[in-house]
């Protein structure tokens, strides 16, 4: 997976009342640490410029956008300058997406002895973070805020774990679980409730038959088992009783085609995980262990015993940890 085909908006506030060559400033700032932070190799999304905000109709229309954007998965939002809270009550009200609140300002340092009215008027991130803070805390807004200069290596390490946490995030909305059999009967920690799962995380789980995977796993041909088996006999140490003469040959066979048919069956369902469970084998002749195993490999989540809610956990991570 390539998370820098995602991206996330950074979002500065300011106001009118500072004129345009203080907001031609800011927009220069803000430019400035959007480009800086996307060419960090330890952040794996694009950071994305947005125009600075100075508004409610401006703060609203750039969030309903981001609730539309299928590449954005977040706002990093910044008050450079003092940006009134009340202005923003409207946009995060309809925010569906992860915020992170970095609050910094653009230089490092503070030059104590040029510090004139024009400075000042530019650089008020202590003022204009305490009051976006202070604004989502009376809304019982659930963000992520980070503090410190935006060149520190620990202000980047938590931007990019933040980043990482969204992404998982946003390849839940819409992700589809297939269940193949209920859970293990009489287990409890394996149940749950999908409707409110759904509701809640933004992905679906349904069930099918064992019958409507043995009936794509009998489509494939001889030419396909035989060419995952010669994957296997180079990229594994195979035991010489699965080998072509060995007594279970047909064992390995086997679970090339229950690999086949999994994988062709999850690509044609458009499905990012899945479950499964042993006391539910009808038409399989066999446990899909090695297909697990490879299709966990390929970024698939998975859950035993119909433990969908692990199956969407494990993709979760497997996005979240790409590229490490």
């Known amino acids: 997976m390539d998370l820098k085909n995602l991206e996330v908006w950074l979002v500065t506030g300011s106001q009118d009342l500072y004129g345009d060559d203080t907001l031609r400033k800011v927009a220069e700032h803000a430019q400035t640490v959007s480009v800086e932070l996307s060419r960090q190799l330890s952040i794996p999304v694009s950071v994305l410029f947005k125009p600075v905000v100075k508004s409610p109709d401006e703060i609203y229309r750039v969030f309903q956008e981001v609730n539309v954007s299928t590449a954005c998965i977040g706002v990093i939002a910044w008050m450079h300058t003092f940006s009134p809270a009340k202005m923003w009550i409207g946009g995060l009200k309809i925010l569906r997406k992860p915020m992170l609140h970095l609050h910094t300002q653009f230089n490092r340092d503070i030059p104590w002895g040029e510090i004139d009215m024009d400075f ?103 030419k396909e088992i035989d060419n995952l088996v010669r994957m296997y006999e180079d990229e594994y140490e195979i035991s010489p009783q699965l080998m072509k003469n060995g007594d279970k040959y047909n064992s390995l066979r086997e679970a090339a085609r229950t690999e086949w048919g999994l994988r062709t069956f999850l690509e044609a369902g458009n499905f990012k995980g899945f479950t499964d469970t042993f006391e539910d084998l009808h038409g399989l002749r066999q446990l899909p262990g090695i297909a697990v195993q490879r299709l966990m490999a390929s970024g698939y989540g998975f859950g035993g015993e119909g433990d969908w809610k692990t199956a969407a956990l494990v993709r979760a991570m497997k996005v979240m940890g790409s590229g490490l």
Request: charged share 25%; net charge negative; no cysteine.
């Open 120 to 222: 000042m008027n530019l650089n008020q991130s202590a003022h204009g973070d305490r009051e976006f803070g202070f604004i989502m805390t009376r809304m019982r807004l659930n963000r992520r805020v980070v503090t410190g200069h935006w060149e520190d290596p620990e202000v980047i390490n938590e931007i990019s774990g933040w980043t990482r946490v969204a992404a998982g995030w946003h390849d839940w909305q819409g992700a589809r679980f297939a269940r193949f059999g209920d859970n293990m009967r009489q287990v409890a920690v394996t149940e749950g409730d999908k409707v409110e799962a759904e509701l809640k995380f933004g992905y679906s789980v349904n069930g099918y038959g064992i019958g409507d995977l043995v009936k794509v796993m009998n489509e494939a041909s001889d």
